[in-house]
């Protein structure tokens, strides 16, 4: 879609392309009500078009949004928009809103990293393996299981995508069926998808395990130049052991876990993702694998010449050689290599059916068909000269016995299979009457329950699904409704806005009304109430209605308080504050006897201006002092004088 609208179902933006398929575009969005990153996946016009496919594909996609599974990516919406082309027409466009994830699929990691290790390579799978045991549960076939269809998240968790599209292209089958054609991508077709036959779980299978060989290899099992090609391979070609191609060492156990995965009859193969995904663990852990799955590689290397392994305990020098064993004809088919990146990215549409090829047994085998001749020479030695008769009676021999004995080794799929009973639909029934419909038809019966919009005892899903052939007593699980089930209510004190409302998407519940309220202990924004509290069960989609925090709190008045009291008080209020002391006779000292502001409601972390009480300076009465008195001297008493001495006139001398 050259120029999307901005803006879907009036929610929805679209923002930056980010990826393409042969199907639809994927663009990142953003949720204006939820205020949340989406991936948005808008159906490609041409096939938008299509009346007949936009009622299965919105039908799908809504079941497709039932699935709950952390490796699986959530559909969170679906609809449809009216676009209008430059010729003028308009018409609707299909879109899935769904989880949005950071990180890269598998086919960018292998174009950017290239094969991983055994370890990875099964953590990996196991992963899908965990989305497709749930998805098959709940009676829903991928369907094109392949490395652009599987996101690695930047925390290392794995999700499986297109879901929604698999499963409405599946629907499709019949029409697409009368047309000739067949949807998928080349490199991860099953054998029944390839010629057009009626899928089931086990088609995800086989695509997983191809998916599993490109991990280990850093190639798919079978290449070719063109799309039908490949889906000739798949059908009459046997795959190589993913030990011959790949650049790290491969257990001889994990060599047969993908051999099983690729077996071209689906009662060969696994039999459901449990099964799968034990074997891989129990490889990568270094254990012993199922005996279906090594039987199967023991029967391969026989039929190869290569020395068969012992199981679970062979040296690396055994593995080495296995693995160097190039003479041997293990391979029935030329390597095509340059196959174009286009056919390992996007789903092909290939004519169907791909017809099985003639004279060429499924099932492993060697090219070597010489084994038999020496036998032929010694008969015609011993005959000596005899004549063209005993020629002729030792070549008819011979052949019976060859041919008896290539029949039984190969066990092939021309021999008789037993009789298949297509599976009835019994979703919408009630469980009783399912049960009875299957087990008349000779099947057997297993129940699963979960809730449900649907009425109680309603079977909401089958698996196998309506259509599928399986042999007398298979079993078929049955989810049955429990009714509209509840769900428990997060707790969201302390949670932001945000937070809050991510958590009550995860558990299906909405964003209710917010009232803000003052006085709180947490900051602006946050979340201090709710209603229904934590804990509480409450139907699917229920609001839940909270209060958060204003960031405002009502100043309290401290006037009177000793400033240790009002400190504290404003503390706990979450308030700051000055202090500052003032002398007064008429407070306690060291009481509060003016703050500002005195009382309202201010923003937390306010200062609030506290005066504290102080006792005044003691002062001394003012006192005159008289200055010291000096004493008088008294004047000085007249010493009475002494008459001078007569003097003594006329004496001389």
């Known amino acids: 879609m050259s120029a999307p609208m901005q803006i879907l179902g009036g929610r929805y933006e679209v923002g930056e392309l980010i990826g393409r398929g042969g199907m639809a575009e994927v663009h990142k969005g953003h949720d204006t009500r939820l205020g949340r990153p989406v991936a948005i996946k808008l159906l490609r016009s041409e096939l938008a078009r299509d009346a007949t496919f ?11 949004a039932g699935l709950n599974h952390a490796s699986i990516v959530a559909v969170y919406d679906s609809g449809d928009e009216i676009i209008t082309e430059s010729g003028g027409a308009q018409h609707d466009v299909p879109y899935i809103v769904m989880e949005y994830v950071s990180g890269k699929t598998l086919r960018q990691v292998l174009t950017e990293d290239g094969p991983m290790s055994g370890k990875e390579a099964a953590r990996v799978t196991e992963g899908v ?27 290392g968790s794995v999700k499986v995508m297109d879901f929604g599209i698999a499963r ?17 991508t080349a490199q991860y077709l099953s054998p029944e998808q390839a010629q057009g036959q009626t899928v089931d779980a086990r088609s995800d299978l086989y695509s997983t395990g191809c998916m599993l060989f490109e991990l280990l290899t850093g190639r798919a099992p079978f290449t070719g130049e063109s799309p039908v090609a490949i889906a000739y391979q798949h059908v009459g070609e046997k795959p190589p052991l993913a030990s011959d191609f790949a650049p790290s060492e491969i257990s001889p156990e994990l060599d047969a876990v993908v051999l099983h995965a690729l077996a071209k009859r689906r009662d060969d193969r696994y039999q459901d993702a449990t099964s799968f995904r034990a074997d891989l663990q129990s490889a990568r852990m270094g254990r012993s694998v199922s005996a279906a799955a090594w039987t199967g590689l023991e029967a391969y290397r026989r039929a190869s010449g290569s020395p068969v392994t012992e199981r679970n305990g062979a040296t690396a020098a055994a593995a080495a050689a296995a693995k160097d064993d190039s003479s041997a004809p293990t391979e029935v088919y030329s390597t095509v290599t340059g196959a174009p990146r286009r056919s390992e990215q996007q789903t092909q549409v290939v004519p169907a059916t791909v017809p099985a090829p003639q004279a060429r047994p499924v099932a492993y085998r060697t090219t070597n068909t010489t084994s038999f001749a020496p036998v032929g020479r010694e008969e015609e030695r011993r005959r000596g000269g005899l004549g063209w008769l005993w020629g002729v009676l030792a070549a008819l021999i011979l052949a019976g016995i060859g041919w008896f004995a290539l ?7 021309e021999e008789p299979s037993p009789q298949l009973i297509s599976v009835p639909g019994v979703v919408g029934e009630t469980y009783d009457e399912a049960e009875a419909i299957l087990r008349d038809e000779g099947l057997e019966v297993e129940r699963v329950e979960a809730a449900s919009d649907e009425p109680e005892e309603t079977v909401t899903a089958q698996n196998p699904i309506e259509g599928v052939e399986v042999e007398e007593g298979h079993v078929v699980i049955l989810t049955v409704s429990t009714g509209p089930g509840q769900v428990e209510v997060p707790d969201l004190s302390g949670m932001t806005e945000t937070q809050a409302r991510t958590a009550l998407v995860q558990r299906n519940l909405t964003y209710g009304e917010v009232t803000e309220v003052d006085d709180s202990d947490e900051d602006k924004g946050v979340i201090v109430g709710q209603n229904p509290t934590a804990r509480t069960m409450v139907d699917p989609e229920s609001p839940v209605n909270v209060q958060i925090s204003s960031g405002m709190v009502t100043v309290p008045n401290v006037i009177g308080y000793t400033q240790a009291q009002a400190q504290s008080t404003l503390s706990d209020h979450g308030l700051l504050y000055n202090v500052s002391y003032r002398e007064s006779t008429e407070v306690e000292e060291g009481s509060v006897f003016s703050q500002e502001p005195r009382s309202g409601l201010v923003e937390r972390g306010t200062r609030i201006q506290l005066i504290v009480a ?30 001078p001495p007569p003097t003594d006139a006329g004496q001389g001398g």
């Open 614 to 643: 102080q006792a005044p300076t003691p002062t001394q009465e003012p006192t005159t002092e008289e200055p010291p008195v000096e004493p008088t001297e008294e004047p000085p008493s007249v010493e009475p004088t002494d008459e």
């Open 407 to 413: 029949a039984n080794f190969l066990d092939t799929e």
């Open 129 to 155: 393996l965990d989305a497709l045991s749930y998805s098959h549960r709940m009676g829903i076939v991928h369907r094109d299981i392949k490395p652009a269809n599987v996101m690695i998240a930047d925390d």
């Open 168 to 184: 409405a292209v599946a629907d499709t089958s019949a029409t697409m069926t009368q047309t000739q054609a067949v949807m998928g």
């Open 54 to 64: 936009l009622t299965r594909f919105k039908r799908e996609a809504q079941s497709a």
